[in-house]
């Protein structure tokens, strides 16, 4: 699941950070957000885990296995983490919800057992925004300026649920964009 705001609040007193007042008045079992790129990187580290790949995460989202990590391929899939059965009655996005749920409320758990990849918070992935292999497309935003957020939110529509969704993070700068929530991965 995302990281909650407890775990977060419990980060930031460890490392004598500053808890933000706003954080107070959620629920610690709600998913953090409105955190920068670089304080999710640093959690993570805390934590002795780092922010998933785009690739990871998308393969967690769907979770299928995939045809090859090499060329980051999958097998025939649903484009929302839930499957296309009612993803507009699972996914916590703004036609359904005002605010993030609490990550024990939430519905859409996956063939990995995993919750809030549609919706609810929007995630950090340590990728930057290239094009895919094989893209012959341009878009002024690739390059190594811009981090990957997946995952859809409570702030945007349905369309950004989808497994496949991917936004730019990072605007003006990934130490000021606070668009996003996170989940940690561990390598193996």
Same mark, same amino acid.
């Given at each position: 699941?995302?990281?909650?705001?407890?775990?977060?609040?419990?980060?930031?007193?460890?490392?004598?950070?500053?808890?933000?007042?706003?954080?107070?008045?959620?629920?610690?079992?709600?998913?953090?957000?409105?955190?920068?790129?670089?304080?999710?990187?640093?959690?993570?580290?805390?934590?002795?885990?780092?922010?998933?790949?785009?690739?990871?995460?998308?393969?967690?989202?769907?979770?299928?296995?995939?045809?090859?990590?090499?060329?980051?391929?999958?097998? !025939?899939?649903?484009?929302?983490?839930?499957?296309?059965?009612?993803?507009? !009655?699972?996914?916590?996005?703004?036609?359904?919800?005002?605010?993030?749920?609490?990550?024990?409320?939430?519905?859409?758990?996956?063939?990995?057992?995993?919750?809030?990849?549609?919706?609810?918070?929007?995630?950090?992935?340590?990728?930057?925004?290239?094009?895919?292999?094989?893209?012959?497309?341009?878009?002024?935003?690739?390059?190594?300026?811009?981090?990957?957020?997946?995952?859809?939110?409570? !702030?945007?529509?349905?369309?950004?649920?989808?497994?496949?969704? $991917?936004?730019?993070?990072?605007?003006?700068?990934?130490? $000021?964009?606070?668009?996003?929530?996170?989940?940690?991965?561990?390598?193996?």
């Amino acid at each position: 699941h995302e990281v909650t705001v407890g775990q977060f609040v419990k980060y930031l007193e460890e490392t004598r950070g500053s808890v933000p007042s706003a954080l107070g008045a959620l629920s610690v079992n709600q998913p953090v957000t409105r955190v920068t790129y670089r304080d999710a990187e640093s959690y993570c580290a805390w934590a002795g885990k780092r922010l998933p790949t785009e690739f990871e995460w998308e393969r967690a989202a769907r979770g299928e296995q995939i045809i090859s990590s090499q060329a980051e391929t999958y097998v !025939e899939s649903s484009a929302f983490p839930v499957g296309d059965i009612s993803p507009q !009655e699972v996914c916590v996005t703004r036609e359904k919800a005002a605010a993030p749920l609490d990550i024990d409320k939430l519905l859409d758990r996956n063939p990995f057992g995993l919750t809030g990849m549609c919706g609810n918070a929007a995630e950090w992935t340590s990728s930057w925004l290239l094009p895919y292999r094989g893209n012959t497309g341009r878009d002024i935003r690739f390059g190594r300026k811009y981090k990957v957020i997946r995952g859809g939110s409570y !702030e945007l529509p349905l369309e950004f649920a989808k497994s496949h969704a $991917r936004l730019a993070g990072g605007i003006p700068s990934l130490a $000021r964009d606070r668009r996003a929530g996170f989940r940690c991965a561990r390598s193996e």
